[in-house]
């Protein structure tokens, strides 16, 4: 099934405990789009970039089997730049630098070929953005699902309620269930989140794993117990390509389903934190994966009598 991916396309620089990149290829649809390309096929990318943005970089993508005809190349404008510190526990991070630049005045254009697709991952980006690119497909995807972030919780609160009505499943951290709810116990604020539009919705909770709602239902999936995390960033976005590619791969938007994404979500989240930015998201086999996966399910499968 075609894969749509939105998000940002990005240059980031990147500052863990382990050491500090300059300027390297990230954003939210380039982790999507490399991840999502170890399980799909036909995945379409749509994002903006500045004249700065390195051809080789779109190669690797194309080579990875996305197509970029939907990638806009804007001459003389620079790419998003985005800037972090993570702390020691590697659970939380702070953002230093935000240059929106060419995400500044985004009009997303979506090439005729892409409009038969089935799901739809609206990466990281401004909501009203992401708004934009529903309202121009002429059918609604079979699924769409959309990530977001504190960033624009802060400036743009009204329109990300507003495209909140208009999707599937809703995939966030703890940290923004929480500002987006304003309630602290997850379960609670998966209930207002859900109010919101969302009838599913996943909550990334770092090295703790992660939640999956829909109804009465949760689904909890551990997180891999790492020796050493080398760099989170993107993890939430690799997160997200797994699941969503996963599911179109499958074709099967069932609840059960989607458990089986959440754990190749975490799977593909689980390579990206071994090495600074995408490093580690390039080259992975067929065997690697399935052993990470398998890994999954040993470390929470467990054989048990209940007690009369
Ligand atoms: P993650 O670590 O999965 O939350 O995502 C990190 C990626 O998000 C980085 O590669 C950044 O380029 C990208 N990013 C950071 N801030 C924003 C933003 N405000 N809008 C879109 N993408 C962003």
Not at 44 to 70: K, Q, R, S, Y
Not at 271 to 294: A, D, P, W
């Amino acid at each position: 099934m075609s894969l749509l991916v939105i998000g940002s396309v990005a240059f980031d620089a990147i500052e863990t405990p382990f050491g500090k990149t300059d300027k390297i290829i990230g954003g939210a649809a380039t982790y999507i789009s490399m991840v999502s390309s170890y399980l799909t096929n036909d995945i379409n990318l749509v994002a903006v970039v500045g004249e700065d943005f390195p051809a080789e970089h779109i190669n690797l993508l194309n080579d990875m089997g996305v197509d970029t005809e939907g990638l806009q190349i804007k001459q003389g404008e620079k790419s998003f730049f985005w800037s972090g510190r993570y702390h020691n526990d590697m659970n939380s991070r702070d953002t230093l630098i935000t240059e929106l630049n060419v995400l500044e005045n985004f009009d997303p254009v979506i090439p005729s070929s892409y409009q038969d697709c089935q799901y739809l991952m609206l990466g990281n980006l401004s909501p009203q953005v992401q708004m934009t690119v529903i309202n121009r497909l002429e059918n609604r995807p079979k699924l769409v699902a959309m990530d977001t972030m504190n960033f624009w919780m802060d400036i743009a609160l009204d329109d990300l309620k507003s495209t909140l009505e208009k999707i599937d499943v809703l995939i966030i951290n703890d940290e923004e269930a929480r500002q987006l709810s304003g309630e602290y116990s997850l379960v609670r604020a998966s209930k207002v989140i859900r109010d919101m539009g969302p009838k599913y919705l996943v909550i990334k909770k770092g090295e703790h794993g992660a939640l999956l709602f829909h109804g009465n239902n949760i689904f909890s999936a551990p997180a891999l117990p790492l020796e050493e995390v080398f760099d989170p960033t993107g993890a939430g976005d690799s997160f997200a390509g797994g699941f969503i590619s996963y599911l179109a791969r499958t074709d099967d938007t069932s609840f059960d389903n989607m458990k089986r994404a959440v754990i190749y979500g975490s799977a593909m989240a689980s390579f990206c934190v071994e090495k600074f930015g995408t490093e580690r998201l390039v080259g992975l086999t067929e065997e690697e994966i399935q052993s990470r996966v398998q890994a999954f399910i040993s470390l929470s499968s467990v054989d048990i009598s209940l007690t009369s």
